[in-house]
């Protein structure tokens, strides 16, 4: 049974450009979880995604943003990149939403701005 | 205060010894506690998780709620160096199930 895929691994931007990251949840899991990993912050609740809709998000200025779609993928987008961006961004996934701390990580995007 | 609270360590424990981990939480509504585990350079993966109505046990691990003074453990039992690694306490709230961690305990066994 695969994992929870995340795409790109690894990637360098410079600081006012956008940037896009994929993630694929386990197969049958229809909850998929964002969060931000830096040493000094901890992990860091971006937002929770069910069935194309967000129902959670966490405390992160609108430059933030993701979308779910109906095969339970989703993506999560970060507009005019600041150098304190530079992150692991973690995506993981639940079976639904009772079981959403019942989670599943992705190897994490590892985000490097310049 | 954070919504979840855990000392950063490290807990430096011998090998073969209990190792205790605390975490306190702000939502007295809290109805789901979750451990995880993250090993340097790895993702977090779930260890063991328990309910508001009682504590749980898994093999050398076991988490403990105390409700009234809002704190989870997790004890784990014959520490063995594998067991060494950052522990992450995760709580659900109580009106949304959005999942809070806290930044983690990091634990060291010495052999």
């Known amino acids: 049974k695969a994992g929870v895929t995340q795409t790109p691994r690894y990637l360098i931007k410079t600081r006012g450009q956008q940037v896009t990251l994929s993630c694929s949840p386990i197969?049958?899991?229809?909850?998929v979880s964002w969060y931000q990993q830096t040493p000094g912050q901890g992990l860091q609740f971006l937002f929770e995604?069910?069935?194309?809709?967000?129902?959670n998000k966490g405390n992160f200025p609108g430059r933030f943003s993701g979308r779910q779609f109906s095969n339970s993928r989703s993506e999560m987008n970060v507009s005019t990149l600041e150098l304190g961006d530079s992150a692991l961004y973690l995506c993981a996934s639940s079976l639904d939403r009772e079981t959403s701390g019942v989670l599943t990580f992705g190897a994490g995007s590892r985000l490097t701005v310049l | 205060q954070k919504e979840v609270e855990q000392n950063s360590g490290p807990l430096s424990v011998p090998e073969g010894a209990i190792a205790s981990l605390n975490c306190t939480y702000s939502d007295r509504g809290s109805q789901s506690f979750f451990w995880y585990r993250q090993y340097s350079g790895k993702s977090p993966e779930l260890i063991m998780f328990i309910y508001s109505n009682g504590d749980k046990e898994d093999g050398r691990f076991t988490a403990q709620l105390n409700k009234a003074s809002q704190y989870v453990s997790l004890l784990i039992r014959d520490s063995q160096p594998s067991d060494s690694a950052t522990y992450l306490c995760a709580v659900k709230g109580s009106s949304a199930s959005k999942i809070i961690f806290g930044s983690g305990t990091r634990l060291s066994i010495r052999p």
């Open positions: 995604y069910f069935s194309e809709t967000q129902r």
């Open positions: 197969s049958g899991h229809r909850s």
